[in-house]
C-alpha cells in the first residue's frame, strides 16, 4: 500500500465515523464544536502526521464552517494527534502488512480519535479535559470557554 491508497483507506475509515469529506480534510459538525481529521504529509520523509482540531462555536465571537481555509489552518482551539503508540500506521518508510496497516487505523479510531473527539465536541468536555491535563488551552481560549 502506499501513501495515497492508505489516504483513501483513511477517508473511508473516517467516513465510517460519520466524518465528512472536504478540501482534502474530514469534518464532523456538532452545535458546540467543529472537529477536523486532517493528514499532513512530511517534506521529510514519506509519512503523514494525523492533525486532529477542534473549533469552538462562538469562541471570539465566531461561527466556523468547514471551509478550506479552516481545513488547512495549522491549529485549532484544541488540538491533538496520533498517539504514540499508532504513529507507524502512518509511516511509509517502515514496511508493514496492508491488513495489520488497516486494522491499526481502525484501531486508533476506536481508541483515540472518536473518544476524543466526541469528548471535544461540548464546551464541558473541553473544560474536562483540560482539567484532567489531557489537552492544553491557551488563555484566550480558556478565558472564553468560563
Not at 477517508?11 to 465528512?20: C, I, L, R, S
Not at 494525523?50 to 462562538?58: A, D, E, P, R, V
Request: proline share 3%.
Amino acid at each position: 500500500m502506499d501513501s495515497k491508497e492508505f489516504k483513501n483507506i483513511f477517508g473511508d475509515v473516517a467516513k465510517e465515523h460519520n466524518f465528512k469529506k472536504a478540501f482534502s480534510g474530514w469534518y464532523k459538525e456538532n452545535p458546540e464544536c467543529l472537529s477536523i481529521l486532517e493528514l499532513q504529509k512530511s517534506n521529510f520523509g514519506n509519512y503523514y502526521q494525523l492533525n486532529i482540531k477542534i473549533f469552538i462555536q462562538g469562541v471570539f465571537e465566531k461561527t466556523y464552517l468547514p471551509t478550506k481555509d479552516l481545513i488547512k489552518s495549522s491549529m485549532g482551539h484544541v488540538n491533538s494527534s496520533e498517539t504514540n503508540d499508532y504513529k507507524n500506521v502512518f509511516d511509509f518508510d517502515e514496511s508493514m502488512d496492508d491488513n495489520l496497516r488497516i486494522e491499526q487505523l481502525k484501531e486508533l479510531f476506536r481508541n483515540h480519535i472518536i473518544p476524543f473527539t466526541n469528548k471535544a465536541s461540548s464546551k464541558a468536555g473541553i473544560r474536562e479535559l483540560a482539567d484532567k491535563g489531557d489537552i492544553f488551552l491557551l488563555p484566550a481560549i480558556k478565558e472564553e470557554l468560563a
